[in-house]
T-cell receptor, first 111, second 113 residues
């Protein structure tokens, strides 16, 4: 995942636009990936997951894309709403069944 | 279905003390994992329990321990608290082991003074 740190990258998006959140993962042996959304004061909330034998998976208003060649994961949110404002984390699972989380991206939705 | 419940929500302790945090998983979920979240280190895996057995462990010192009961409820304990242990401790449950599709609680915010 992304390197962690005190400063979260921030994505500002206009309400109604599409959002794309990117994540670079580190382990080419990772076979499972997952996206979480965390709102202030709450625990991470499951959004969508994907296995390494897939390139794309769609959910309700969300799509996850996996590019194993460049070890890149992205989350697309269609028609972003104010309720989508949160910190988004990607996570990968490799050997040992441990989930390794990225540092997160803050999404701010402007009305 | 009720979600993952963690108690207490907030906790203030002093250095050297020990603390026990509690987690009740979603009904029917037998796997419970614990994570530590800090602004500097992000989300880090502590350990996972399934059917009362520790299945996986992260890179934390032995001061961090846990257990799981026959009803799948779990507790984690931190002994000899240090200032750096201040963090949000998150519990997550899953129907099966393997750390996939975890459902998180709201966490216990621990402050060590």
């Amino acid at each position: 995942g992304e390197s962690v740190g005190l400063h979260l990258p921030t994505l500002s998006v206009q309400e109604g636009d599409n959002s794309i959140i990117n994540c670079a993962y580190s382990n080419s042996a990772s076979d499972y990936f997952i996206w979480y959304k965390q709102e202030s004061g709450k625990g991470p909330q499951f959004i969508i997951d994907i296995r390494s034998n897939m390139d794309k998976r769609q959910g309700q208003r969300v799509t996850v894309l996996l590019n194993k060649t460049v070890k890149h994961l992205s989350l697309q949110i269609a028609a972003t709403q104010p309720g989508d404002s949160a910190v988004y984390f990607c996570a990968e699972k490799a050997a040992g069944n441990k989930l390794t989380f990225g540092g997160g991206t803050r999404v701010l939705v402007k009305p | 279905k009720a979600g993952v419940t963690q108690t207490p929500r907030y906790l203030i302790k002093t250095r050297g003390q020990q603390v026990t945090l509690s987690c009740s998983p979603i009904s029917g979920h037998r796997s419970v994992s614990w994570y530590q979240q800090t602004p500097g280190q992000g989300l880090q895996f502590l350990f996972e329990y399934f059917s009362e057995t520790q299945r996986n462990k992260g890179n934390f010192p032995g001061r961090f321990s846990g257990r799981q009961f026959s009803n799948s409820r779990s507790e984690m304990n931190v002994s000899t608290l240090e200032l750096g242990d201040s963090a949000l401790y998150l519990c997550a449950s899953s129907p099966r082991t393997g750390n996939e599709k975890l459902f998180f609680g709201s966490g216990t915010q621990l402050s060590v003074l």
